[in-house]
């Protein structure tokens, strides 16, 4: 028998020159196929509650006031913008404890920014 790797000798010894039989393997255990699974965005189903509810509540007659009404939508916009993001980006979240410092930075230098805009405007 020739000096090989592995499969080289279990060639050599199933091609009928020793007179073995070849060794039936078993095969592999195929996986049954499952119908793609639809993720559903739970923060849309968030958004169309709140809808609802603000919308009951307007056709109710009720009233928020309009603070609220504009720290609401603020809320919304921040929450909606950072959900979209975050499933362009595919963050996962746990990863992000290690990306405090750079969080902190974005943070820090879009305050800054803001300030800085709030100011020349005035």
């Not at 592995?6 to 049954?32: E, L, M």
């Not at 609802?52 to 809320?75: C, V």
């Not at 980006?89 to 410092?101: D, M, T």
Request: charged share 10%.
């Amino acid at each position: 028998m020739p000096a090989c790797s592995c499969w080289c000798r279990s060639a050599w010894r199933f091609t009928g020159a020793t007179n073995a039989a070849p060794v039936d393997r078993p095969r592999a255990k195929k996986k049954p196929r499952r119908a793609p699974q639809l993720h559903s965005p739970w923060f849309l189903i968030g958004f169309l509650a709140m809808s609802l509810l603000a919308s009951g509540l307007t056709a109710a007659g009720w009233t928020l006031p309009s603070r609220a009404t504009a720290g609401a939508s603020t809320l919304t916009t921040v929450l909606l913008t950072v959900a979209m993001a975050g499933m362009g980006l595919s963050v996962n979240v746990r990863s992000l404890r290690q990306a405090l410092r750079p969080i902190a930075v974005l943070l820090i230098v879009s305050a800054l920014l803001s300030g800085l805009t709030l100011v020349t405007l005035l």
